[in-house]
């Protein structure tokens, strides 16, 4: 258990539906982050939140929405995602953005997109 | 080429085996992590480093600056010792994370 909880772990979806992920931390952090992680490839950052500002987008796709309404909780709005989509996201956190600490992993959630 | 390569990819071994997995990178770095990713998804930081050498039961983490290359080392392996190893860097100049892409490995009884 990392402090760091993921919800739901599996989730399937068609490709005109709406859903949201959820992570929730209990660390006192005040770093959030959204990675995606495909078969065989390096984790890919798509957002950054540190004191629930956003800092970093990585080129992200707009049918990905993030929003930090608090430093505990991050969420991530699906919607008219591509089957290529389809992929682990996992949330974490850290103290802070800058600070360097290492990062504290939720169980991700296993995405499928038909 | 991605700036941090991990070797071997996939490594299958026998229980008691002592095990090395390696990690090179091109870019300065302020700090190395080891992470471990059992199947279920969910990663573990094993290591922090920025030099020497770490310790924490049956596993090693060392780094060598100059030739930027880190490696994990697991002695005595275990079967509960499967899953990806992860190492990422820490850029010295941006702070970013950039990642390896894992090594699987596979403990046999």
């Known amino acids: 258990e990392t402090g760091v909880t993921q919800t739901p772990r599996h989730l399937v979806m068609g490709m005109t539906n709406k859903k949201s992920l959820k992570c929730e931390q209990h660390l006192g952090h005040n770093a959030m982050y959204w990675y995606k992680q495909s078969a065989k490839k390096p984790l890919e950052l798509m957002f950054v939140y540190n004191f629930k500002e956003q800092t970093e987008n990585n080129s992200v796709p707009s049918r990905f929405s993030p929003e930090c309404p608090n430093s505990s909780h991050l969420f991530l709005h699906l919607h008219t995602l591509q089957p290529e989509d389809s992929a682990l996201y996992l949330c974490?956190?850290?103290?802070?953005?800058?600070?360097?600490?290492?990062?504290?992993f939720g169980s991700g959630t296993q995405l499928s997109v038909l | 080429k991605n700036e941090v390569e991990q070797s071997p990819q996939n490594l299958t071994a026998q229980e008691g085996e002592f095990i090395t997995i390696n990690c090179s990178y091109s870019?300065?770095?302020?700090?190395l992590h080891w992470l471990q990713q059992h199947p279920g998804g969910g990663i573990v930081s094993l290591f922090m480093?920025?030099?020497?050498?770490k310790k924490h039961g049956r596993l090693i983490a060392t780094i060598n600056i100059q030739e930027k290359h880190s490696s994990l080392h697991i002695t005595a392996s275990h079967p509960r010792d499967s899953a990806v190893y992860i190492c990422?860097?820490?850029?010295?100049?941006?702070?970013?994370?950039?990642w390896g892409a894992g090594t699987k490995l596979i403990i046999k009884p």
């Open positions: 870019v300065g770095i302020s700090a």
């Open positions: 480093l920025s030099s020497g050498k």
């Open positions: 974490a956190s850290s103290p802070d953005r800058w600070a360097g600490e290492k990062l504290f």
């Open positions: 990422a860097v820490r850029s010295g100049s941006n702070y970013q994370l950039i």
